[in-house]
């Protein structure tokens, strides 16, 4: 559907742009579904970790002002 469509092309384009060239388009559209959907929730994890951390560090240095 296009929708489904849509949202693997989403995965793609994350998973391409974050992993800084690492997979090729080619690569990831490729790669087995199970593996790649991993890889999508990995990244969202980490990017979401690191949010998390610099909400941390404003917040302590916002405190000290």
């Keep these: 559907t ?3 469509r849509e ?3 989403e ?3 994350q ?3 974050y992993s800084q060239g690492f ?3 080619e690569e990831l559209y490729d790669m087995p579904i199970g ?3 991993w890889y999508y929730r990995r990244l969202v ?3 979401k970790e690191e949010n998390d951390q610099v ?3 404003q917040s302590k240095y916002n405190r000290k002002k």
Excluded: D
Aim: zero cysteines; hydrophobic letters at 40%; aromatic letters at 20%.
């Design 2 to 4: 296009p929708a489904y």
């Design 7 to 9: 949202s693997v092309y």
């Design 11 to 13: 995965q793609i384009f």
């Design 15 to 17: 998973l391409g742009y």
């Design 23 to 25: 997979h090729s388009f």
């Design 35 to 37: 593996m790649r959907e």
């Design 45 to 47: 994890k980490a990017k």
């Design 55 to 57: 909400k941390k560090a």
